[in-house]
Every structure is written in C-alpha cells, then in structure tokens.
C-alpha cells in the first residue's frame, strides 16, 4: 500500500491523544490523505475535545472498538503503558491492520510487541519522530510541526515492507524527512543526543536549587544556562519511564561522558591548555555539523543534501586585481606535517574548502588539537610522527582522493588499524596505485573491488624502504611513498618517469627533514623528525586557471591574479597558454616558505590551437577541463595526447568535457589519452545548453568560463562540489565580470 497524492487511507485509529499522534493526524487530515479518524484516550476530556475541534470522527472508551477495521493504528502512549495497551486492543485486529508508535526507546516497544503480538509479527513500524513544542495536548496539535523534520524508522528483519511502505508515506505526506535505523542504533543515539541531555538538564537544576546560593544562582542566570535547563521543564514522568526503558545504553553513554568530564577536569586543574583547547574546538566542529552526527556521516559531507545549478548568462571582460583561493596541495600536507611536527605550526592561506577540511577533520579525530580555520588562519598543536590516536570510526574523506591517498603512506606506519571512505565519487576512483607500492613495503592494505574504495590500512607492520620506479607520472602515489618512507626501515626512493608536484618534498625539508632530490629520483630516510614552522599557503594555480582561461578569451579583458604559486611543477598552464599565444607576464616574483610565488597578468589574446607538449601534461594535468575552454576559442585544431590520467580523475573528465563541448556546439572528440578540438576563432561563439557535470567541480568551473564567449545562457548541472576547491567562486567570478546566477534545489 502507498500514499500517493491522490490515495487516502480509509481509517486511522490514534491510541493517545497526545501532541505528537495529534499534530500527525491533522497533518494528514488538512493534507485530506484520511477518510475517517477514531480516537481513543484514557482522559475523556481529551477524546471530546479532539471530537470538537474536527480532530477525530468518532471516539470510544473502547480500545477495541476503535481499532476495529483500522487500516493504520497510531499508538501514542507512554513507554512503559505499551505492553498492556497492546494487550487491550489484540483481540480486534484484524489480518490487514498495520501498526506503528512515536515514541523515543525503540528496544522495550519491540520487546512488547514480542511479547503480546508474537516475535514473529510483521505488521508493526517502529517509529520515532524528532520533533515536538513547547505545548501539549489536543488544542496544541500542529499539521505542519513535522515539515523538514527527521522521524526515525527501525524496522525489524521480519517487518512486512508493505507495512514500512504505508507508514513511511504517511510520514512523508505531512513533511517529514525518513530515516532508517536498526532499533540498537536508534537507542544508543538518542541516549547520546537526547536522553543523556535531558537527564544531565535535569541533575545540573536540581544540583544548583540545592544550593545555599541558589536565590543568587538563578536570578543571575545566563541564557547559556537557560537554553540548557529548558528541557528540564518537560515531563518527569515520561522522562523517568524513558531513562528506565532505555536503561542500557544510557548508563553506557553516561559512563563515557563522566569518563571525559574527568579527563577534562585533570586538563583544567593542571592548566593544560592545549587539552582543553582540543575539547573545545573538537566540539564546536561536532555542533556545527551536528544532524550530519546523528546519521554517523562526516562532520564535512560535500554538500550532497542540495543541488546546486549554475545558469551562466553571456558576459564581456573580465578585469580587476585579486586572489584566488588558496593551494589545496599545499593545504592538504599542511595539516599532515604540521600534525606530525613537534611543537605548534601556524598556517595562513589555508584553503577552506570541502576536500582540505576533510584532511583537517581526519586529523582532529586521530588526536590532533587544530584550531580553525578561521579566514584561512590555522593553528596546529604537532603531536610527533608516533603521536597519532586511533580514530573513533572510519575517516570519511568526502570527495578528496588527494587526502585518502597521501593518508595510506602516513596509516601504513602507524600502530593501529584506520578504515577510509569517501562519496559516491571518490568511491569510485583507483586506490590500487597506492596499495601497491605499500604492500611492497610491508604493509598490509585492503581495498574494495577493482581497488577502489573504502580502504583499509592496518597497523603495527613493519615497513622496509624500497626503491618504486613510478608507473605513472603520479605526485599523490610518489607522495604517498615518502610518507611511508618516514616510517620504514632503511632508505625509500622514488622515480618519477616525468616531473609532478613536488610540494610533499619542499614541505619536508621546511619542516627540517632531509630529503635528497637527484634528478627524477627523490629519498628519503627514517629516524629524523619534523619540527614545526610557519607556512602561508599560495594561491592555487588551479583555481587561478580559470581566470587565465577566462581573460585569454575574453576581448577587452586585463586581470592580476596575486600570490600565485608558481612552482615548476605547476606551471603547465601557463606554458600551454603562452605557446597558444596567451598574453601572460609572470610579475614580482619572489619565495614564501620555501614555494615560489608571484602576480600573473593576463590580458585577452587570440589564442591558436597546438598540439600541447607531453612533456607539459604532468605540469598541468588538473587545468585541462579549463584548457579544453581555451582550445575551443582557438583558431585552428588542438590535439592533447598522453592525458590518460584524466579519465580517472573525480569524473572521466575527457569524455565530460567533450560532451559538454559537443553540447554548445564545437566540434571535439575524445581519444583513449587525450581530445582532437576545433577551435571556433575570433569570432566564435558557445551556444546555449545544458552541461552535465557529474558532479565534478572542474567541469563545473570550465563551463562557466565558458560563458564569456557564449551566445546565450549555459546552464551547469550538478555544481554543489566547486566548494571542494574554490569556496566563493561565484562571488569573485561575478565580481571580476561574469554573471552566473546560482540556484539551489
């Protein structure tokens, strides 16, 4: 059975005529999703005033007559009643009746339903909505109290779907967001964020009014306090039949939070601030992502909960001077060395987007004290290269295969096992060339199918350095093997077959560690340690891309990009540019940390189409989709061979780019390692259309470039993931002359 728009369910029998059971059933009602609503309450004050308000249609003193011929019973009655009202109305059900209650504890109401209706009885949906108001009772009853609010679903192995299917669209039809848990998961959450709250709000009150000082406590009561103790106001007796139905695993949660209160208590009274600091921003990063907790995802999730469309309408020059985000190579190892120093490393610049948070949040749960970011300020308490905790649960890494891949080298050495995740996408992309190498090493890692994701590292193996002859130009796998390589026995090396990144090995040697680079071959050895200092993060020259990009094909254009990394190994862009006739001068160039930067000038220029380098891919295998843009302003054909590594990035972004090409109508097509693109000239135009983006943020960023040179407006598909690199990209692309209008849902 299923509640579409146009069903109604016959007959509803609501069991207590409580708040939450009221607010459902006038929510269904003012929906017109019920035919006829019978009630039945202990309080016949209750029942005749639901009668007078048009909540219910009929009501009994007759728990039996009212669940008579019910196609849907809702039992809102206290916890510890259940057992006996489920005795009461047994005899009347009939074989199609389903069944479902609201309650907060989910392993007495399952054990009552055993016990009176069988162990084996599939018609009952536990429920549990998160949702509630200050008032109580029938006069209270709000349709809308459920809109955009989560209520909880256990059912059990041997719950009819059907049954599950009829309650979960009657919750759908008022609003509410579903969720599925197992009963044992349901208990030990809400006796986390729920039930140990309001035991805790309670002690803390009835602590303070015993006091001699409790005139003084509470008439100088701050709203901190007040907003705690609120819920001290509610039940005592629903509260006290809670706490002994959910008896198990609230002593449980208790004992873990005395256990911390005294770890927490030892770090003040010892003035440990760093501890303390450790707990406070620890828990400020929980607070603010708190519903993400609830369903045990990662405190940082790519913002999968909207989709966002970008509609990029046509637009002239871009002009201006000013800075793009900072570099997420240099943000990610940032935080790995700085978490790994000894003694406090101070970073500015940091970029604060999903993929490099996810690195800092990985870090905060293995023990590391990391306060902000705050304006891409970021203060790393170092715990030493053996300091590292275990993390209390898998790390998520959201969409960054540059945190999962340099992770592996640095968990391969450590003493504890660590499991690693991320999202639909980063699922889906090769972990195979990094777990290779490692199990040369010694280590033991195991991946899902094909190599991919979720990957696990197991500790306490003992590492011996090899010498690993890259198979592929690759600066996350060398990097990967140098951070195993500070914990192996013996010399690691690497050789590179063409020059990638070498951020891992300039931030070694900026935290002191000896790194020996001779031509193609990096090593490096065990036994040192790194030692904290102070790094201000570049601007990313792939954020900068777009906008060199940009400017080139946008007549009248002239922008300053500033503090743009410039190391050797990035500037791919800028020599493919500049071999298409970009007009690009590299200005006040200077060393910050040990990376070198300067301003970039591009104005516009008529690009022509080359077939690129392959010695330039390596050096700009990330600004493609942005180049793609480039080539298809040219004049002339644009060939990219040995680009194979693109297929496999957050997208096949080969084939996403030329599809998205085709779609405005230029002429592309992709080969097995690179794309052949017809360039449109001086006086070509985009046409409009629809880019798909899957949801890759380059992709994303490209296409909106892309639109100034369009002829109408392109909309962009699936663009909620630029945040993983560029956070305000909208804003400062519209500040610098573009007009894309961003749309959510």
Request: charged residues 20%; aromatic residues 6%; proline residues 4%.
């Amino acid at each position: 059975m299923s509640l579409a728009s146009n069903y109604v369910v016959p007959r509803i029998a609501v069991v207590g005529l409580g708040l939450i059971g009221c607010s459902w059933v006038k929510g269904l009602r003012d929906r017109a999703a019920v035919a006829t609503v019978v009630g039945y309450d202990r309080n016949l004050d209750s029942m005749q005033e639901a009668l007078r308000v048009g909540l219910i249609d009929d009501f009994s003193t007759d728990i039996q007559q009212v669940v008579r011929d019910a196609d849907l019973v809702i039992l809102s009655v206290p916890i510890l009643s259940m057992r006996q009202v489920l005795s009461d109305l047994k005899p009347a059900l009939n074989d199609k009746t389903v069944l479902t209650d609201v309650g907060s504890v989910k392993g007495s109401v399952a054990a009552d339903v055993g016990e009176v209706l069988g162990f084996g009885f599939s018609r009952f949906v536990l429920g549990h909505p998160i949702a509630g108001s200050e008032k109580s009772g029938v006069a209270a009853a709000d349709g809308n109290l459920y809109v955009r609010h989560k209520v909880i679903l256990t059912p059990e192995e041997h719950t009819s779907p059907d049954a599950v299917a009829l309650v979960r669209a009657a919750w759908e039809v008022v609003g509410a967001d579903i969720e599925e848990m197992t009963v044992e998961h349901h208990d030990e959450v809400l006796a986390a964020t729920s039930h140990l709250p309001h035991l805790l709000a309670y002690s803390l009150v009835d602590t303070l009014a015993n006091s001699h000082e409790n005139k003084e406590i509470f008439n100088y009561a701050a709203g901190g306090f007040r907003d705690f103790t609120r819920i001290a106001a509610s039940s005592p007796v629903m509260w006290r039949d809670i706490f002994s139905a959910n008896k198990g695993q609230i002593l449980k949660t208790l004992d873990l939070f005395s256990h911390d209160l005294a770890f927490l208590r030892h770090a003040i009274e010892q003035d440990d601030t760093t501890t303390v600091m450790g707990v406070l921003t620890r828990a400020k990063v929980a607070r603010d992502h708190f519903s993400k907790i609830l369903a045990r995802r990662a405190y940082v999730d790519p913002m999968k909960t909207a989709t966002v469309n970008y509609i990029a309408s046509p637009s002239g020059a871009l002009s201006g001077s000013f800075r793009v985000p900072g570099d997420k190579s240099i943000s990610h190892r940032s935080i790995m060395l700085g978490s790994l120093a000894n003694g406090t490393t101070e970073v500015t610049g940091f970029l604060e987007g999903e993929d490099s948070l996810a690195t800092l949040q990985a870090f905060r749960d293995m023990g590391v004290v990391i306060e902000g970011p705050h304006r891409g300020r970021v203060t790393i308490h170092g715990v030493g290269l053996n300091g590292l905790q275990t993390p209390p649960n898998t790390l998520y890494l959201g969409n960054s295969g540059t945190s999962m891949r340099l992770l592996a080298g640095l968990m391969a050495g450590q003493t504890f096992d660590v499991e690693m995740s991320g999202d639909e996408s980063l699922s889906k992309r090769p972990m195979g060339r990094v777990a290779d190498p490692l199990r040369l090493m010694g280590a033991q890692v195991e991946t899902a199918e094909g190599g991919r994701p979720p990957m696990k590292v197991f500790g306490a193996n003992k590492l011996s350095g090899i010498h690993y002859d890259l198979p592929m130009a690759s600066a996350q796998v060398k990097s990967c093997v140098l951070l195993a390589g500070l914990y192996a026995e013996g010399e690691t090396s690497v050789t590179e077959p063409a020059p990638t990144r070498d951020h891992t090995e300039r931030m070694l040697k900026g935290f002191g560690y000896d790194v020996q680079v001779e031509g193609s071959t990096v090593r490096i050895k065990s036994g040192g340690e790194l030692t904290a200092t102070n790094i201000d993060v570049p601007s990313d020259i792939s954020s900068a891309a777009f906008f060199m990009v940009g400017a080139s094909i946008a007549k009248g254009s002239d922008i300053t990009l500033e503090h743009v990394g410039i190391n050797p190994t990035r500037i791919g862009v800028i020599n493919i540019l500049k071999a298409m006739g970009g007009n690009i001068e590299v200005l006040n160039e200077r060393e910050v940390g040990g990376e070198p930067v300067a301003d970039i000038r591009i104005r516009s220029a008529q690009l022509k189409g080359i077939h690129i380098p392959e010695d330039q891919v390596p050096l700009a295998i990330d600004e493609f989709p942005a180049l793609f843009i480039a080539a298809a302003c040219a004049e002339g054909e644009t060939v990219l061979t040995g680009a194979e590594e693109l297929r496999v990035k957050e997208s096949d972004r080969i084939q996403a780019m030329v599809d998205g090409l085709v779609a405005l109508g230029v002429d592309a097509k992709g080969t097995e390692d690179g794309a052949i693109i017809q360039g449109m000239g001086a006086e070509g135009r985009f046409a409009g259309g629809d880019i798909v983006t899957h949801h890759d943020h380059r992709i994303a960023m490209s296409f909106a470039m892309a639109s100034l040179r369009g002829s109408a407006p392109i909309r962009i598909l699936d663009c909620a993931n630029v945040a993983t690199s560029f956070p305000g990209f909208v804003e400062l692309s519209n500040s610098a002359g573009l007009s894309i209008e961003q749309k959510e849902g």
